[in-house]
């Protein structure tokens, strides 16, 4: 009874692949996000969605485009994907958008 | 530009003992304030939160001061337990903004 998860937990992929990675929480919350935190340790917003309506997008590049199904899913679809895409992604979600955030496991991905 | 500050990378205590870990910010206005807490390959777990109008607020064994004149937020944890060591993080926003994250200080407790 994961309350936000991700899927894959792992991914490794070449230069300019297009990968996508899916997050689903069954929290009830309206509110989800997307974190990147790179090698420095820095986790930054990326996307926040409230009612599947995007709210927050911070300077990300284009080719990064979050999709939100319905409001108990945001993906993350990532188009030619280069070295410095290498982090750890969490999604996150919380009932209201100022209310505390309850993270999932993370999605370490590498590209070689 | 990093509006939160975790000056400490890792911090290392002694079973029993008091731990302490520091917090300095940048942005007067930020209002809200929450300690995060991370262990391996999980994600960020919500451990502790004060708003701009408190100093300070206990949750059993831990404890978060904040001095707004010296923009210095800190979490204390007393007794330490091994099960503590994780990285803990803070974070901050100023009303219905953002969460900005610090980098996080590694806590490990030891027997």
């Known amino acids: 009874d994961t309350a936000v998860s991700q899927t894959p937990k792992y991914l490794v992929t070449q230069m300019g692949n297009d990968k996508s990675i899916k997050c689903e929480q069954n929290?009830?919350?309206?509110?989800m996000y997307w974190y990147k935190q790179d090698s420095k340790k820095f986790l930054k917003i990326m996307f926040s969605?409230?009612?599947?309506?995007?709210?927050i997008n911070e300077t990300v590049p284009n080719r990064f485009s979050p999709k939100s199904p319905d409001k108990a899913h945001l993906n993350l679809h990532i188009n030619s994907l280069e070295l410095g895409d290498s982090a750890v992604y969490f999604c996150?979600?919380?009932?209201?958008?100022?209310?505390?955030?309850?993270f999932g496991p993370g999605t370490r991905l590498l590209v070689l | 530009d990093q509006q939160v500050k975790q000056n400490s990378p890792s911090l290392s205590v002694q079973e029993g003992r008091i731990s302490i870990l520091n917090c300095d910010y940048t942005?007067?206005?930020?209002?809200?304030f929450l300690w995060y807490k991370k262990y391996p390959a999980e994600g960020p777990t919500f451990l502790i939160s004060?708003?701009?109008?408190?100093d300070k607020n206990e949750d059993g064994r831990f404890t978060v001061f904040l001095n707004k004149s010296a923009k210095h937020l800190s979490l204390h944890i007393v007794p330490s337990q091994p099960g503590d060591s994780a990285v803990y993080f803070c974070?901050?926003?100023?009303?219905?903004?953002?969460?900005?994250f610090g980098t996080g200080t590694r806590l490990q407790v030891f027997p």
């Open positions: 996150a979600s919380s009932q209201e958008y100022y209310e505390t955030q309850y």
């Open positions: 004060i708003s701009s109008i408190k």
């Open positions: 942005n007067s206005m930020f209002d809200y």
């Open positions: 929290l009830g919350h309206d509110t």
């Open positions: 969605y409230n009612n599947k309506e995007l709210i």
């Open positions: 974070a901050a926003s100023r009303g219905t903004d953002k969460l900005i």
